[in-house]
């Protein structure tokens, strides 16, 4: 093959020559989709390099999507578009609108030259672990919401840490990873203290709260709010089997308990805002005009969405706290 007679050019990193080299061979058709690229020890010899060197060439070829690897077999040209320089994984928890204000406003931020994979773990460790064990090496940059799971330094272990971000929950064990993260326990303290004039009008708070996929931090700001005010409060894990009682508010966390809430407020003749109190975790434009307003204390996700970018353009390894806001609206 052509590309590997060459000449090394001293002032250009060897690793990065091999790369040319081999874009090169795919734009003039000498490697076509499918084609397998020389072992490694015969790039090594060829190049007059270590293997390391090679190895370093092949990852970042990897990473970007140009080649992949088959174990015992070798490195493979997986597309003949070379201008993707940077291939992104997003593992998201869910999808939901904010998740996707999130995802939009981190799409704007970045170049055409990048590519974004996005997938979904559903709050399922088992699906989370097999999406980062089949992941490992072949991107670029890793963006990772790891929910509540438990152990989850050790499944991220593959992935490079310098590459590898943590956003909207973290954990004691993955603070050496630069990360955007929300602080649910001040999150939920904070803006309910905001709240506090609104909320002491009524009888009781209750917090709809889903200990399998909700922060544990929002339960933890919750009560510690409750407890430092006397408020009388209550925690239940859904609005289904819930009876609407006046003088109390509910704070929802997930949009389904939202408007089932709703619901059940539409067939008694409480007012709501008045004999009833609903906040929402979370803004959206649907909860501006929902019932005339729904009060949420809410992230900003596309300032999380948006700075992810920019840190990872700038290669930046720090550890942010996404900042909070509260909308108080006639539901409160």
């Known amino acids: 093959?052509?590309?590997?007679?060459?000449?090394?050019?001293?002032?250009v990193p060897k690793y990065k020559q091999i790369i040319s080299f081999i874009e090169n061979a795919i734009m003039i058709g000498e490697l076509k989709t499918g084609d397998?690229?020389?072992?490694?020890?015969?790039?090594?010899?060829?190049?007059?390099?270590?293997r390391d060197t090679v190895i370093t060439a092949c990852n970042e070829l990897k990473a970007r999507g140009v080649i992949y690897s088959v174990v015992g077999k070798g490195y493979y040209v997986k597309t003949t578009d070379i201008k993707v320089q940077v291939k992104i994984l997003l593992l998201f928890d869910e999808l939901n609108s904010f998740k996707e204000d999130l995802y939009n406003s981190f799409l704007e931020e970045l170049e055409d030259d990048y590519q974004v994979d996005i997938f979904f773990h559903h709050f399922n460790f088992d699906l989370f672990k097999k999406i980062i064990d089949e992941s490992a090496g072949n991107y670029g940059y890793y963006v990772i919401m790891p929910a509540n799971f438990s152990g989850v330094a050790q499944i991220l272990e593959p992935l490079p840490k310098n590459k590898t971000y943590i956003l909207d929950q973290t954990q004691e064990t993955l603070s050496h990873f630069p990360s955007i993260y929300q602080n649910f326990e001040n999150y939920i303290y904070e803006g309910l203290t905001v709240?506090?004039?609104?909320?002491?009008?009524?009888?009781?708070?209750?917090?709809?709260?889903?200990?399998?996929?909700?922060?544990?931090?929002?339960?933890?700001?919750?009560?510690?709010?409750?407890?430092?005010?006397?408020?009388?409060?209550?925690?239940?894990?859904?609005?289904?089997?819930?009876?609407?009682?006046?003088?109390?508010?509910?704070?929802?966390?997930?949009?389904?308990?939202?408007?089932?809430?709703?619901?059940?407020?539409?067939?008694?003749?409480?007012?709501?805002?008045?004999?009833?109190?609903?906040?929402?975790?979370?803004?959206?434009?649907?909860?501006?005009?929902?019932?005339?307003?729904?009060?949420?204390?809410?992230?900003?996700?596309?300032?999380?969405?948006?700075?992810?970018?920019?840190?990872?353009k700038n290669n930046a390894l720090s550890q942010i706290e996404n900042p909070k806001k509260v909308f108080l609206r006639k539901s409160l």
């Open 1 to 11: 093959m052509s590309f590997a007679k060459k000449q090394m050019n001293s002032k």
């Open 195 to 312: 709240l506090y004039k609104n909320i002491r009008r009524y009888k009781k708070l209750i917090l709809i709260y889903d200990a399998n996929k909700q922060p544990r931090g929002i339960k933890s700001g919750f009560e510690l709010f409750c407890s430092r005010n006397k408020i009388k409060h209550g925690i239940l894990g859904g609005v289904d089997d819930k009876v609407i009682q006046k003088g109390e508010v509910y704070f929802t966390l997930d949009d389904r308990d939202l408007i089932i809430t709703i619901q059940k407020l539409k067939q008694t003749s409480y007012q709501l805002g008045q004999d009833i109190g609903i906040i929402s975790f979370n803004d959206t434009l649907l909860k501006e005009i929902l019932e005339g307003g729904i009060t949420t204390i809410s992230a900003d996700f596309k300032f999380m969405g948006s700075h992810l970018a920019k840190m990872l």
């Open 36 to 50: 397998q690229l020389p072992s490694l020890n015969d790039l090594r010899n060829k190049f007059k390099l270590s």
